[in-house]
């Protein structure tokens, strides 16, 4: 369990973020939403510790993140930013292989969990391909696969940060990405994941924190997040909300 007290970031003398007080559990996916410059991926980089908070602590587990060894973290925590950039032409597969280099778990093992994890994240054709050869988009989804890899299968202990991990992918590939982002948490990791898109919050988080301004002005259900109120308060958004028609989640339509 990832678990932030009164977190305050402040960058040339201005607060960012401030205010932030969550728990991320074991089995949940917490959607991150807010307009640009919300503090969304200041939140993230603060959680996985390549921001030291001004005030307030981020915990993993029973520790303080900020006494953790990065082989202790990269064991337990896996982050995918929002830009990920590799200038050699490895392999498809070399680069989710990458992900499994905290763990000592031999040859056999570590090659079953990449093909599980290219598998996952719909890139399973790409092995034996360049890497500098692929779109965007496959290179997004490599990138998936290899923090998957990182904590394969996926459990309660272990802790999976996404920003915007959707941001380059066609619409089916939305959704493969969220499911298999959704299925690692059914087994049991804590997930947080940074969208843009509602409906994809609404459909697959259990919970969403909505940041205005670097403070949070929301945290809770879908159903109780993203209400015609809060959504204009924040986005300046004028939506009508109702029920999916097969699913039950809110469905965001702007007027």
């Known amino acids: 369990m990832l678990r932030v007290e009164a977190l305050q970031i402040r960058r040339a003398g201005k607060t960012v973020l401030a205010d932030v007080t969550l728990d991320l559990l074991p ?151 969220l499911q298999a982002i959704r299925s690692f948490a059914d087994r049991g990791a804590a997930v947080l994941v940074i969208l843009h898109d509602l409906n994809l919050a609404a459909r697959y988080c259990d919970r969403i924190l909505l940041l205005e301004d670097g403070r949070p002005h929301a945290l809770d259900t879908p159903t109780q997040v993203l209400r015609p109120e809060p959504l204009k308060a924040v986005f300046g958004l004028d939506v009508l909300v109702q029920s999916h028609p097969e699913r039950g989640h809110p469905l965001i339509i702007a007027r």
């Open 27 to 177: 089995g949940e996916v917490l959607g991150v939403l807010g307009p640009n410059g919300a503090g969304k991926s200041t939140l993230l980089n603060a959680l996985c510790g390549e921001l030291l908070p001004d005030q307030g602590k981020v915990w993993l587990g029973q520790q303080e993140l900020k006494n953790l060894s990065g082989a202790q973290r990269a064991q337990r925590l896996a982050v995918l930013p929002q830009t990920s950039t590799l200038d050699f032409a490895f392999r498809v597969e070399e680069v989710v292989g990458m992900g499994r280099l905290p763990h000592q778990t031999g040859r056999v093992r570590d090659e079953d969990i990449i093909n599980a994890a290219l598998h996952a994240a719909d890139v399973g054709h790409l092995s034996g391909r360049s890497y500098l050869a692929l779109s965007g988009g496959e290179r997004q989804r490599v990138h998936l696969a290899r923090v998957l890899a990182q904590l394969w299968p996926g459990e309660a202990g272990q802790t999976l940060l996404l920003d915007e991990p959707t941001s380059m992918l066609d619409p089916l590939h939305q959704h493969t990405t």
